[in-house]
Nanobody, 119 residues
Framework: QVQLVESGGGLVQLGGSLRLSCAAS????????MAWYRQAPGKERELVAA???????TYADSVKGRFTIFRDNAKNMLFLQMNNLKPEDTAVYYC?????????????WGQGTQVTVAS
């Protein structure tokens, strides 16, 4: 079974940086689109950044110029470099992937990692 495991969250001061990582495992044969979503308390989950299998990224307007999404296809890993963090970036961040494995495949989510930005 496919699993996505995030790491790298934590508490950071206004203007600080964090790098999130997401490791995919489980007899994977191919990974298509991957993305980072976030959900703040009392709000709906929103797309932060996405990247296709060719490495083309897209970003939410709120993070353009501050966040960078990238992937290592050889290691089945996804990353999110977050710079100049703001309190409004505080949320649980989730890794998403459309992944094929030996049993078929589908859409998968990680368990989430908390990012807290203190002012």
């Amino acid at each position: 079974q496919v699993q996505l495991v995030e790491s790298g969250g934590g508490l950071v001061q206004l203007g600080g940086s964090l790098r999130l990582s997401c490791a995919a495992s489980g007899s994977i044969t191919r990974i298509y689109d991957m993305a980072w979503y976030r959900q703040a308390p009392g709000k709906e989950r929103e797309l932060v950044a996405a990247i296709n299998s060719g490495g083309t990224p897209t970003y939410a307007d709120s993070v353009k110029g501050r966040f960078t999404i990238f992937r290592d296809n050889a290691k089945n890993m996804l990353f999110l470099q977050m710079n100049n963090l703001k309190p409004e970036d505080t949320a649980v961040y989730y890794c998403y992937g459309h992944i094929m494995n030996l049993d078929g495949g589908g859409d998968y989510w990680g368990q989430g990692t908390q990012v807290t930005v203190a002012s």
